[in-house]
């Protein structure tokens, strides 16, 4: 064996030293390749995969994106678990291909299950390679799922359009404006009369077809939509093979490129000829119509008229009916505080007549009494006559001092109106007599003071109201041309309101006219007003100003004072017979037992008509009278008497009631009852009339 010299031994450690170095350069390519190689796979958007002996020896960043999976989990999965188990069979037979020779590459389409479990479509394209000593193959698989999409919805589009085109009647068109093409569809041909596939599918087949009156028009409607990319829909005629003409509708709609160009128009032709000639037919058939409807139209205007007068009388009628039903509600409300009040008055009158015939005549007392006793008359008359004017009732015209009426009207109209209106009054103290009605005069009051308030509104003001005499001589200018000279006692009303306009101050006596929001007025206070004024030979006039206010002045006929001799009253009388009393309110009783007693009388009081049904059956022939009140409860007064007259047949009865609308003198009298007194009564009223009653038995 030949030994190593050191020379030897030198060159070998030299060569192993540069074998080593040459080693760490192409290690360093190559990891250099590889990171290139990795830089360039990860940057493609398709998944880079390469794979042997079917599992994944390389998959990029692309593939954990498409299928879900981590590199990983990728690496440590079989390639068939991510194929769709319906395309294995394909995907198995192209790879089998690709080892046979038959291809070296290979694309086609598939779908995939992502790690979610979803389905997406992929397309594979794929080669064969050695890698190391065994066969390996490299992929690229791109996902293609929103192509598939749009390509099934496309298909599906073009069926659909297809099933549209072969069934509809009318004509579909496709312009292709950048290539100048159009592609019709439908029955293009038997709507212009030709055999089928007869007429030329062109824009300028089209175009000749437009009739030469309507052709202007529908090119210029058509060149203004490609320039505005305004609506297309249009009406026109079209000329047939035979010549025959037709009415067309065209719509359209636009497609657009990216710079918002129309590059293709869809749309379709209908027939709309039998639509326009029934609008023609109707046409005509509306012309004779209108002649007709002219002739018509002036026979029924005078009938129209009258209907309008017979409907205003209609509607007069119906607020009149109204405003009866609210005054009978008014009434029936009134009559209920009549009662309680007559009760109360009575009571007031009865015990002052009583203290007053028991205190000197002389004292101051005495006459103290007798104001008390004249302040509850004039209550039970005033009460008297709101009832009548709640109801509307015609009473009786008598000699009246107007002053005197304004003045007791206002007593009952402050409280009634607004503290911001200030009332002056200028009244008389004599040569104002008129024949009048003072519940009627009292309405007049109330509804021009009401009227002013109104008119004045929430800010209020000053209300005027005077009472003066006027004479006008015969040849004297008169306040309207059909008064008669003589002499009037005037009422006059003034506020300082919004007055009243030129256009209207005519109509504002008339029924049912008002300038009030609804709901504020009926229209009917001043033509009640105007009613009564004439109802009573007077006359009305109004003087205004906008932004100054009215003035309403009455015009009444003035009579001279009639003096009326005070008859001696005849002196009260009493008797020794047997009363029973009856009344519910106690305070009545105990009046009514005390002063008939004092005028002699037996007198049995109770406040129950039971009760005093019950003691009339134990000595029916003691009592010569009986005396009920009507409002009772349990049996009112008409009921008690048909009770007692059952019992007795020849008791005379008389039956009192403040006020009641469901009696009257008739109903009683055909009851059996002698008497009907309204409360309240004076001792002097109810001893005469008691006295009538059994002087009439004693006669018999």
Same mark, same amino acid.
């Given at each position: 064996?030949?030994?190593?010299?050191?020379?030897?031994?030198?060159?070998?450690?030299?060569?192993?030293?540069?074998?080593?170095?040459?080693?760490?350069?192409?290690?360093?390519?190559?990891?250099?390749?590889?990171?290139?190689?990795?830089?360039?796979?990860?940057?493609?958007?398709?998944?880079?995969?390469?794979?042997?002996?079917?599992?994944?020896?390389?998959?990029?960043?692309?593939?954990?994106?498409?299928?879900?999976?981590?590199?990983?989990?990728?690496?440590?999965?079989?390639?068939?678990?991510?194929?769709?188990?319906?395309?294995?069979?394909?995907?198995?037979?192209?790879?089998?291909?690709?080892?046979?020779?038959?291809?070296?590459?290979?694309?086609?389409?598939?779908?995939?299950?992502?790690?979610?479990?979803?389905?997406?479509?992929?397309?594979?394209?794929?080669?064969?390679?050695?890698?190391?000593?065994?066969?390996?193959?490299?992929?690229?698989?791109?996902?293609?799922?929103?192509?598939?999409?749009?390509?099934?919805?496309?298909?599906?589009?073009?069926?659909?359009?297809?099933?549209?085109?072969?069934?509809?009647?009318?004509?579909?068109?496709?312009?292709?404006?950048?290539?100048?093409?159009?592609?019709?569809?439908?029955?293009?041909?038997?709507?212009?009369?030709?055999?089928?596939?007869?007429?030329?599918?062109?824009?300028?087949?089209?175009?000749?077809?437009?009739?030469?009156?309507?052709?202007?028009?529908?090119?210029?409607?058509?060149?203004?939509?490609?320039?505005?990319?305004?609506?297309?829909?249009?009406?026109?005629?079209?000329?047939?093979?035979?010549?025959?003409?037709?009415?067309?509708?065209?719509?359209?709609?636009?497609?657009?490129?990216?710079?918002? @160009?129309? &590059?293709?128009? !869809?749309? /379709?032709?209908?027939?709309?000829? %039998?639509? *326009? $000639?029934?609008?023609? +037919? #109707?046409?005509?058939?509306?012309?004779?119509?209108?002649?007709?409807?002219?002739?018509?139209?002036?026979?029924?205007?005078?009938?129209?008229?009258?209907?309008?007068?017979?409907?205003?009388?209609?509607?007069?009628?119906?607020?009149?009916?109204?405003?009866?039903?609210?005054?009978?509600?008014?009434?029936?409300?009134?009559?209920?505080?009549?009662?309680?009040?007559?009760?109360?008055?009575?009571?007031?009158?009865?015990?002052?007549?009583?203290?007053?015939?028991?205190?000197?005549?002389?004292?101051?007392?005495?006459?103290?009494?007798?104001?008390?006793?004249?302040?509850?008359?004039?209550?039970? @008359?005033? &009460?008297?006559? !709101?009832? /009548?004017?709640?109801?509307?009732? %015609?009473? *009786? $015209?008598?000699?009246? +001092? #107007?002053?005197?009426?304004?003045?007791?009207?206002?007593?009952?109209?402050?409280?009634?109106?607004?503290?911001?209106?200030?009332?002056?009054?200028?009244?008389?103290?004599?040569?104002?007599?008129?024949?009048?009605?003072?519940?009627?005069?009292?309405?007049?009051?109330?509804?021009?003071?009401?009227?002013?308030?109104?008119?004045?509104?929430?800010?209020?003001?000053?209300?005027?109201?005077?009472?003066?005499?006027?004479?006008?001589?015969?040849?004297?200018?008169?306040?309207?041309?059909?008064?008669?000279?003589?002499?009037?006692?005037?009422?006059?009303?003034?506020?300082?309101?919004?007055?009243?306009?030129?256009?209207?101050?005519?109509?504002?006596?008339?029924?049912?006219?008002?300038? *009030?929001?609804?709901?504020?007025?009926?229209?009917?206070?001043?033509?009640?007003?105007?009613?009564?004024?004439?109802?009573?030979?007077?006359?009305?006039?109004?003087?205004?100003?906008?932004?100054?206010?009215?003035?309403?002045?009455?015009?009444?006929?003035?009579?001279?004072?009639?003096?009326?001799?005070?008859?001696?009253?005849?002196?009260?009388?009493?008797?020794?017979?047997?009363?029973?009393?009856?009344?519910?309110?106690?305070?009545?009783?105990?009046?009514?037992?005390?002063?008939?007693?004092?005028?002699?009388?037996?007198?049995?009081?109770?406040?129950?008509?039971?009760?005093?049904?019950?003691?009339?059956?134990?000595?029916?022939?003691?009592?010569?009278?009986?005396?009920?009140?009507?409002?009772?409860?349990?049996?009112?007064?008409?009921?008690?008497?048909?009770?007692?007259?059952?019992?007795?047949?020849?008791?005379?009865?008389?039956?009192?009631?403040?006020?009641?609308?469901?009696?009257?003198?008739?109903?009683?009298?055909?009851?059996?009852?002698?008497?009907?007194?309204?409360?309240?009564?004076?001792?002097?009223?109810?001893?005469?009339?008691?006295?009538?009653?059994?002087?009439?038995?004693?006669?018999?």
């Amino acid at each position: 064996m030949n030994k190593l010299t050191y020379e030897d031994l030198k060159k070998r450690i030299q060569l192993l030293e540069e074998a080593a170095d040459e080693a760490r350069r192409v290690q360093d390519v190559l990891h250099e390749s590889e990171e290139k190689f990795r830089a360039l796979a990860d940057s493609v958007p398709a998944a880079v995969m390469l794979y042997q002996d079917d599992r994944w020896i390389y998959v990029n960043r692309a593939a954990e994106n498409i299928t879900g999976y981590s590199a990983r989990e990728l690496l440590a999965m079989n390639f068939w678990d991510i194929v769709h188990p319906d395309h294995r069979a394909l995907v198995r037979e192209r790879g089998r291909k690709r080892e046979r020779g038959e291809e070296t590459a290979s694309h086609y389409e598939f779908k995939i299950i992502t790690k979610d479990g979803t389905e997406r479509w992929v397309g594979l394209t794929g080669a064969s390679t050695m890698i190391g000593d065994r066969p390996a193959a490299v992929v690229s698989i791109a996902d293609i799922t929103g192509r598939k999409g749009t390509e099934e919805a496309l298909r599906a589009s073009e069926e659909r359009f297809l099933i549209i085109s072969l069934t509809t009647s009318d004509a579909i068109w496709d312009w292709n404006i950048t290539e100048d093409k159009v592609e019709w569809f439908g029955d293009i041909d038997g709507m212009l009369g030709y055999d089928t596939g007869e007429f030329p599918r062109t824009f300028e087949a089209w175009e000749k077809a437009v009739h030469p009156d309507d052709h202007d028009r529908v090119m210029a409607t058509l060149k203004q939509y490609l320039h505005t990319q305004a609506p297309y829909d249009e009406e026109y005629r079209v000329v047939q093979k035979n010549g025959g003409l037709r009415y067309w509708t065209d719509r359209g709609i636009a497609l657009h490129d990216e710079e918002g @160009d129309v &590059v293709r128009m !869809i749309g /379709a032709c209908t027939d709309i000829t %039998e639509r *326009k $000639q029934a609008e023609e +037919a #109707l046409r005509k058939a509306h012309d004779e119509l209108e002649l007709r409807v002219e002739e018509r139209t002036a026979q029924l205007s005078e009938a129209l008229k009258s209907l309008q007068r017979e409907m205003e009388e209609r509607k007069r009628a119906e607020e009149v009916l109204r405003r009866r039903q609210k005054l009978e509600a008014l009434g029936t409300l009134a009559g209920g505080i009549a009662h309680d009040f007559n009760n109360i008055l009575a009571g007031i009158i009865g015990f002052t007549e009583m203290v007053l015939d028991d205190t000197d005549p002389a004292s101051p007392e005495h006459h103290r009494l007798g104001l008390v006793l004249k302040g509850a008359g004039r209550g039970r @008359d005033l &009460v008297k006559e !709101i009832l /009548a004017f709640s109801y509307q009732a %015609e009473l *009786k $015209q008598e000699p009246v +001092a #107007l002053s005197d009426i304004v003045q007791e009207s206002l007593k009952l109209l402050r409280p009634l109106l607004p503290t911001t209106t200030q009332i002056q009054s200028n009244l008389l103290t004599g040569g104002d007599m008129i024949l009048a009605d003072p519940a009627q005069m009292y309405q007049v009051l109330m509804n021009l003071c009401t009227n002013s308030v109104q008119a004045m509104g929430r800010r209020g003001g000053v209300l005027e109201i005077s009472v003066a005499r006027d004479h006008f001589k015969k040849d004297a200018r008169m306040p309207l041309p059909d008064m008669k000279p003589g002499d009037y006692v005037t009422l006059r009303v003034r506020d300082n309101g919004h007055g009243i306009k030129p256009g209207i101050i005519e109509r504002i006596f008339d029924p049912f006219f008002t300038t *009030k929001a609804y709901g504020e007025g009926t229209g009917l206070g001043l033509s009640v007003v105007h009613g009564i004024v004439k109802s009573h030979g007077g006359f009305l006039t109004v003087e205004s100003e906008p932004g100054k206010g009215s003035l309403f002045s009455i015009y009444l006929p003035r009579i001279e004072r009639h003096e009326v001799k005070a008859e001696e009253e005849p002196l009260l009388r009493g008797g020794k017979e047997s009363i029973l009393f009856v009344d519910d309110e106690d305070i009545l009783v105990e009046l009514n037992n005390q002063r008939l007693s004092q005028l002699g009388y037996d007198v049995v009081g109770t406040t129950s008509s039971i009760e005093a049904l019950k003691i009339f059956k134990k000595e029916p022939g003691r009592f010569h009278l009986v005396i009920t009140d009507y409002t009772m409860p349990d049996m009112n007064g008409v009921d008690l008497a048909k009770r007692l007259l059952q019992l007795r047949d020849d008791v005379p009865i008389i039956l009192c009631t403040g006020y009641n609308e469901d009696v009257s003198p008739d109903k009683a009298r055909r009851a059996g009852i002698r008497e009907f007194l309204l409360k309240p009564q004076s001792k002097r009223e109810l001893g005469q009339a008691i006295r009538r009653v059994l002087d009439s038995e004693t006669k018999r």
